[in-house]
């Protein structure tokens, strides 16, 4: 990736909360807890989870900047779902625990030195990775979190509309 494709995923990667709280505002509150039959995830649950993925985001980052060359650990999202009880927790937390480690982050790679960018990480899913791996991945995750929970709507509203004929 070069520098100026660099700096527009940076400045993407950085406007994922306000585009996550536009996002969410979409969707009646009533029907995040809602599990349809194509997706296995609730609206509420992957709010949650776009916060937890953050929360291993944001370490990872600074492995790759203040140690790299280590590893990093995945995880089994469907497990964390289940394990930590996601339709339990509160949404409006998650999503202020997201704003504050996406821009902490944000702030911390906008300047970065050119090198820092060809640091790797080996992680045990996805193997040698590089921290421009790293913000391809995280740059997506929220716009394909939320058009995942588009599907997840429209299949809802299809369904009321099928149980009013």
Known sequence: MNHLE???KIESYGQ???ALARAIKKFPRKMW???GQNDPWTIHEIIVHITDSEANS???CRRFIAEPG???LGYDEMQWARGLNYLEQKPEEAIQLFKWLRGNTYKLIKNLPEEIWAHTVNH???GLMTMDDWLDVYDHHVPEHVAQM????EEWKRTKENKRK
């Open 33 to 35: 807890k809602w599990r």
């Open 124 to 126: 045990s899913e996805n």
């Open 58 to 60: 944001f370490v990872r």
């Open 70 to 72: 280590k590893d990093v």
């Open 16 to 18: 994922a909360y306000a």
């Open 150 to 153: 588009e599907r997840i709507y």
């Open 6 to 8: 660099r700096k527009k």
